[in-house]
């Protein structure tokens, strides 16, 4: 089952350039809530491609950043490749307000969050 709440040991795992936590939930540097696709069930790979990546940003891995430990990179086939945590590839809402609010009641989008499940 894809964890919708990272397990609390994650809050102690080095966490890459450009990401930290800010009450449990994990965000940019800018303060950019971060998020898992459900779709998003094949380990290594992305299912949000197109204009899914428009609306939903891979947070995007630089190409001399290293994996360590649960922070792993995904290959998305362009060229780029994207964090993932835990195996499930990690993005950002190009969406905000009443838009974003809409976009996450369907249960697609999960924030990625750290302290319990």
Do not use: I
């Not at 964090?83 to 307000?97: E, F, I, N, R, V």
Request: proline share 7%.
């Amino acid at each position: 089952m894809l964890p919708v709440v990272l397990a609390a040991m994650l809050a102690t795992l080095p966490l890459p350039k450009g990401v930290k936590t800010v009450d449990g939930a994990l965000v940019t540097a800018s303060g950019a809530q971060l998020y898992v696709f459900k779709n998003d069930t094949m380990v290594g790979m992305s299912h949000c491609s197109g204009d899914c990546a428009k609306a939903w940003p891979p947070l995007v891995a630089p190409a001399h950043a290293k994996s360590v430990k649960d922070w792993t990179k995904v290959d998305r086939g362009d060229g780029v490749q994207q964090w993932a945590l835990q195996d499930h590839p990690l993005y950002t809402a190009s969406k905000t307000g009443e838009d974003l609010k809409q976009a996450l009641e369907g249960g697609l989008w999960l924030p990625a969050r750290v302290g319990s499940r």
